[in-house]
């Protein structure tokens, strides 16, 4: 009798789901952490466990939009529309930090999660802030927009270098909790790794 229910597919789903979970939870408490997310290793975790592709992007990138919903509709009440602006950029980031742990995290170890992590953070921390500018973001120092040149990107690079690292450090801790959870899982469950 064929085995109908995959246990690595629901374990990796409910992994994904605990994640964005714990990111509408981090959101609905104000904190002076901001952008210390899980969404990072959220990212990096579907990219180096599920084995195809297109389930590494699709169910992540579904999970996000299902929590970007719950946030921007219930805990700020709608008050960016439907969705942000730019969520595009956003979604697309997210799907390269995927595309990231597909290709640094083929090996899971301390050393490779380290290392996708700040490939990721850096990643976020560039394309977020170039659309930023881009999309004629506020310079804080004077509340005009960014000037349209390299002194503007730099400084839109700049003012977002705190989320950057704030987003460093949430990949790295969430990182570290599911991904040595999930190898630990294995250990104890073999049915949990891939057969080759």
């Known amino acids: ?102 290709v640094l995290l083929k090996k899971v170890s301390l050393r490779n999660v380290i290392a996708a992590s700040i490939a990721a953070a850096i990643t976020h921390w560039i394309l977020s802030d170039f659309t930023v500018w881009l999309s004629g973001g506020t310079d804080i120092r004077t509340q005009l927009p960014l000037s349209r040149d390299w002194a503007g990107l730099q400084q839109a690079l700049a003012q977002g270098f705190p989320f950057m690292r704030n987003f460093l450090a949430g990949t790295l801790a969430y990182g570290a909790l599911f991904f040595g959870s999930f190898e630990l899982l294995k250990v104890r469950f073999p049915q949990l790794s891939v057969v080759k």
Do not use: E, H
């Not at 084995?51 to 719950?70: C, E, H, N, W, Y």
């Open 1 to 102: 009798m064929k085995q109908s229910i995959n246990p690595r597919f629901t374990t990796l789903l409910c992994f994904i789901l605990a994640l964005a979970l714990i990111r509408i939870i981090n959101v609905a408490q104000p904190s002076a952490i901001a952008n210390f997310t899980p969404i990072g290793a959220m990212g990096l975790f579907a990219g180096a466990y599920f084995s195809q592709r297109g389930k590494a992007l699709f169910f992540p990138l579904l999970t996000l939009f299902i929590s970007d919903m719950v946030i921007n509709n219930v805990i700020y009440g709608g008050q960016y529309g439907f969705i942000y602006d730019g969520w595009y950029w956003v979604y697309g980031t997210f799907a390269l930090i995927v595309l990231l742990g597909n």
